[in-house]
């Protein structure tokens, strides 16, 4: 099950929104061995694809070297689907590679870019990819 504190739902979902129509993505570090998403890490969707996204290899490189510094792990990859249902594609599931993480995907078709909406108003679906393998979990959004 993933937990989620509402702030971190709230801006993930805002962050995919914003890119609509290109798909967002990012990162939640938490620190090493908690499985807590406590620090959220918009990145650039470097393809600028409403179809596809990919993190900038230079930021990414960043951001590792960041949260090895700070003792920490990327609990949540999150990207956006901005015409079709959040469930992991074939490409998703080939690039995922981090197998401690939750892949949350966060569909946009319905609203687009609206602002205004609740953020329960999307498609927010967490995955466990491993080894090819996704397996749908729960999620629980808790108090900020």
């Known amino acids: 099950m993933l937990r989620i504190d509402r702030a971190t739902y709230d801006a993930i ?43 900038d290899s230079g930021d990414l490189l960043k951001l590792y070297r960041e949260m090895d510094d700070r003792d920490e792990v990327p609990v949540v990859i999150y990207h956006s689907h901005t015409a079709t249902e959040a469930r992991p594609s074939r490409t998703d599931i080939s690039y995922a590679s981090e197998p401690e993480a939750h892949y949350v995907l966060v569909s946009t078709r ?11 108003d999307v498609e927010f ?3 466990r990819i491993v080894d090819g393998e996704v397996t749908e979990e729960d999620v629980e959004v808790v108090g900020s």
Not at 16 to 24: M, T
Not at 26 to 54: K, Q, W
Not at 110 to 120: F, I, K, R, V
Request: charged share 25%; hydrophobic share 35%.
């Open 125 to 127: 679906r967490s995955f």
């Open 110 to 120: 319905e609203h687009g870019a609206q602002t205004g909406l609740a953020g329960d």
């Open 13 to 55: 979902v805002a962050h995919a929104r914003a890119d609509h129509p290109d798909e967002a993505c990012g990162v939640v570090a938490g620190p090493e061995g908690s499985d807590r998403p406590e620090r959220h890490i918009p990145m650039l969707n470097a393809a600028r694809s409403p179809t596809f996204y990919e993190f």
